[in-house]
């Protein structure tokens, strides 16, 4: 009998994992986590901020603004290569989200990146008309584009 239970509990756990199945996101725990990431962050504690951020994200991830706090903190430790990504999903998992695209505007504009930036603030500004930062940055992104 407990055999038998072992092997319906591995079957159904390979049936899960097979299926491509994610696990129901927990709101509560992946909120907790920002919060968390938050406090770290407003303390000065990137890499706990980080780690924060990462739980939130394992707990929902379709945490846009997990992602977007999480790439803010790799970019502020200069590692570009993991910001983008998670910059890259904030904006996939909100596309109507003006937040995401500032974000990755703030991305490419900080390496010099003014197209690609410009495109974001536009997007960003098409979003939420009033975002004041964003229409700075986009200015001066077509000028410095220029140059």
């Known amino acids: 009998m407990r055999i038998s239970l ?6 159904s756990v390979w049936a899960l994992t097979a299926s491509g199945a994610e696990p ?6 992946s909120q907790a986590a920002m919060d968390r990431g938050r406090r770290a962050d407003d303390a000065g504690r990137r890499d706990e901020a980080i780690a924060a ?15 977007r706090d999480r790439a803010a903190d790799y970019l502020a430790a200069g590692d570009r290569a993991r910001a983008l990504p998670d910059l890259e999903q904030a904006v996939k998992l ?9 974000a ?5 504009f900080s390496g010099k990146q ?3 930036a410009i495109h974001d603030y536009d997007d960003a ?13 986009q200015r001066t992104g077509r000028l410095r584009a220029e140059a």
């Open 104 to 108: 990755r505007g703030n991305f490419y």
């Open 125 to 137: 500004i098409r979003l939420q008309l009033k975002n004041k930062n964003c229409r700075v940055r």
């Open 6 to 11: 072992l092997i319906f509990i591995g079957i």
């Open 24 to 29: 129901k996101p927990d709101k509560k725990k």
């Open 114 to 116: 003014y197209d690609y």
């Open 53 to 67: 951020y990462t739980e939130a994200i394992q707990a929902d991830s379709s945490n846009a603004a997990a992602l």
């Open 94 to 102: 909100q596309p109507e989200d003006a937040q995401s695209f500032a």
